[in-house]
Nanobody
Framework: QVQLVESGGGLVQAGGSLRLSCTASGRIFSQNLMAWYRQTAGDQRELVARIYGGGSTMYADSVKGRFTISRDLAKNTLYLQMSNLKPEDTGVYYC?????????WGQGTQVTVFS
């Protein structure tokens, strides 16, 4: 049984930083943990950052230069380092992993940025 558990969200002032973690258990390994998404009230879930099997990364334009996605294979964990946070970064952040064609999501962690 695959399980993804996010942590690290919270309330932070604009300009501050947070680091989100997504730890995997079950038949999934961190090399399959591909992406962070976020969802705001009333909006669709949007891709924030993605890490490919070889380690290359891609970011949404809105977070380039401020967010960094990384992974620790030994800890089976995916990270999202968020810096210079803005109120528009507020939302529920989800990690997504894949095993073959099956996609898995964590339960989400709330990030709230106030000005």
């Amino acid at each position: 049984q695959v399980q993804l558990v996010e942590s690290g969200g919270g309330l932070v002032q604009a300009g501050g930083s947070l680091r989100l973690s997504c730890t995997a258990s079950g038949r999934i390994f961190s090399q399959n943990l591909m992406a962070w998404y976020r969802q705001t009230a009333g909006d669709q879930r949007e891709l924030v950052a993605r890490i490919y099997g070889g380690g290359s990364t891609m970011y949404a334009d809105s977070v380039k230069g401020r967010f960094t996605i990384s992974r620790d294979l030994a800890k089976n964990t995916l990270y999202l380092q968020m810096s210079n946070l803005k109120p528009e970064d507020t939302g529920v952040y989800y990690c997504r992993g894949a095993v073959g064609s099956a996609l898995y999501w964590g339960q989400g962690t709330q990030v709230t940025v106030f000005s």
